[in-house]
């Protein structure tokens, strides 16, 4: 064998055998470094005849061509292998919990849910929101009510008062009413708001706390009446439970500020504890209602022989708790993030009646 045939083998073998980058690395420098044997016999070159490097000269670079294809090769399928390797050594456990970001750590109260749920499903009936402060005038909250001045009705609602300022009488709203003389006072109608908020009552048990939420709804023009107010009050609680329909029930009642004044029952089911809307044989209270009082109307600027309309007033933390079953009203204002942990809801969730109320 000529010594460029035996390089070539030898050259070849010892490619093949390097076992990692660095291994291969010291067989191009033995072939092809400055020093290397290659190298060593493409200089020999030089010193040849005309007719010799004819015919030794392409040998050696024949040989150069393979050595360096051969490392090429070889170092891809070292490359490779050690992909695959790492593949196999780094198996990734997708059923793993990503670690969850600050704002989805966070969890949105489910009155904040629940106000939201309440605004998109009024928003879609042409509602918008209405709001008013919680310190409140005695006149606001009660007088253009058509609450009289010592009249009993006044006794229904357990009030905080305020120490009274300069003459005003203040006040804790004990109902989030005074937002409709609040809108009609400030509007011309048609009107169509809601107005959630919280709302004061010196109570405290397992269903009520001195402060709590309540949305109002108000709508005022020239013709709208009692059947509108079913409809609303139908497609709004269908919605909320996110049910395909709900029966209501109305009872006569009394407020002072509507006349005729109804308490509203909604069909359900009750079942081992558990309590399911739009089924059932059962009903349960969830609301007052009423065609708004002339009295009102004009206390608030409207002239009652032209302008007519509805009201109804919902507690929200009621709502939240038939909808997502809670049962201590009390742990709804206790700031326990274990309880809003297991109750809250994600923020990035936002209702949608397209998407799911609830997500
Ligand atoms: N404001 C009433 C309450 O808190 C509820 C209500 C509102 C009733 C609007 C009728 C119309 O008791």
Known sequence: MTDIAQLEQDTLRQINEAADEAALESVRLAALGKKGAI?????????MSPEERKTEGAKINALKDKATEALAARREALA????????????LDVTLPAAASPQERGRIHPISQVMDELSVIFADMGFAVAEG???ESDDYNFTRLNFPEGHPAREMQDTFFLSPEAGEKKLLRTHTSPVQVRTMLGQKPPIRVICPGRVYRCDFDQTHTPMFHQIEGLVIDQSTHMGHLKWVLEEFLKSFFEVKGVKLRMRPSFFPFTEPSMEVDVQCRRQGGEIRFGEGEDWMEILGCGMVHPNVLRNCGHDPDVYQGFAFGVGIDRLAMLKYGMSDLRAF?????????HYGFRPLDFPTLAGGLSG
Request: proline residues 3%.
């Open 39 to 47: 190298s060593a016999l493409l200089a020999t070159l030089g010193k």
């Open 333 to 341: 204002f206790d700031a326990d993030t274990r309880w809003l942990e």
């Open 133 to 135: 402060p919680d310190i």
């Open 80 to 91: 490779e292998a050690a992909l695959e390797a790492r593949l196999k050594a780094e198996t």
